[in-house]
């Protein structure tokens, strides 16, 4: 077992006795939306895993510790700090060797999942290329995480602040099955379509866990991606679009480059859609949590 990593009793339990674990990401918790509404919807995504028989591992990083299942405390006192870096793969080796807190992004709660044996992680979106990538090579690390980390990642696809038939083309490029989950369309986050169609449509949960299986039994390395759409009553219209396009132009004009795009704009869309795009992001993540959950217990049960 890696030194560096803490897992929960519960999910340690868990793993040793062939249970489904589900891995939730950090970021979401510390940079993703105010208190106590950051916790509140932690503590929310983790019941929804239990109710479908799973048990959810939130991943972070508390004084250099990798840690697979927070505790109430330590959820906790992700929402309230100020003094957490967000931690990618990059990032980790500062973060642990000076005893630092970190949010893991998606890449880097794959890595801490793959190194602790969990084969299921539910997030929002995942990264992606992003406009204007030809110039500014700004191709996000979740990317090439999914190309050779073994975890399956069920999301509701992409923002379309990113390019999305460019990130659909990477990760084509990489050999990463890109899956729709009962749907043909890949989703763009806040909608349940985004112009362009998945690979193949998964019909239900047994299904997708096989898919995985199939994938690591014959030593294809790398995740997947399971697309799954925002429920339809919470989904958002097209003038979501025109918050993106002027969000996205004021980015421009402020020189925002890097790192602090994504913060900005998602901030930034809230505020022209008056919450609306927070209340669809909290609703999604809900979703993939229900379908994650019932992923991993399908995937538990082949072994069975």
């Known amino acids: 077992m890696n030194k560096y990593l803490d897992i929960n009793e519960e999910v340690k339990k868990a793993l040793e006795e062939g249970k489904p674990v589900v891995a939730l990401e950090s970021t979401i918790i510390s940079h993703g939306m105010p208190y106590p509404q950051n916790v509140k919807t932690a503590r929310r995504v ?9 048990i959810p591992a939130t991943i972070a990083v508390i004084d250099g510790r990798l840690k697979v299942g927070l505790t109430s405390d330590e959820l906790e006192f992700f929402g309230q700090s100020s003094d957490i870096l967000k931690a990618s793969r990059r990032d980790l080796p500062f973060i642990i060797a000076n005893q630092l807190h970190g949010a893991t992004t998606v890449a880097t709660t794959m890595i801490i999942a793959e190194m602790a044996g969990i084969k299921v992680f539910v997030t929002g979106g995942i990264g992606g290329v992003h ?3 030809s110039e500014t090579f700004d191709i996000s690390a979740d990317l090439q995480e999914l190309a050779k980390t073994n975890v399956a990642v069920v999301c509701a696809g992409v923002k379309s602040i990113l390019d999305i038939g460019l990130t659909l083309e990477y ?3 990489q050999g990463v099955p890109v899956l729709g989950y009962q749907t043909k369309d890949f989703p763009a986050f806040y909608t349940r379509t985004s112009g362009y169609e998945v690979l193949y449509k998964l019909d239900d949960a047994e299904v997708t866990a096989k898919t995985m299986k199939a994938k690591w039994d014959m030593k294809l390395n790398g995740g997947l991606v399971i697309a799954n759409p925002v ?3 919470k989904a958002m219209d097209d003038s979501i679009n025109e918050a993106i396009e002027s969000s996205l132009l004021e980015c421009n004009q402020r020189g925002i480059k890097g790192k602090d795009i ?8 809230k505020e022209v859609t008056e919450g609306k795009s927070l209340d669809t992001n909290i609703a999604l993540v809900y979703n993939n949590a229900k379908v994650g959950g019932q992923i991993a217990v399908a995937y538990a049960g082949l072994d069975k």
């Open 131 to 133: 406009r204007g990538a």
């Open 46 to 54: 983790e019941e929804i895993v239990r109710e479908q028989g799973a």
């Open 262 to 269: 994504t913060p900005f704009l998602l901030g930034r869309i």
């Open 231 to 233: 429920p339809a009553e």
């Open 171 to 173: 990760l084509e490029t």
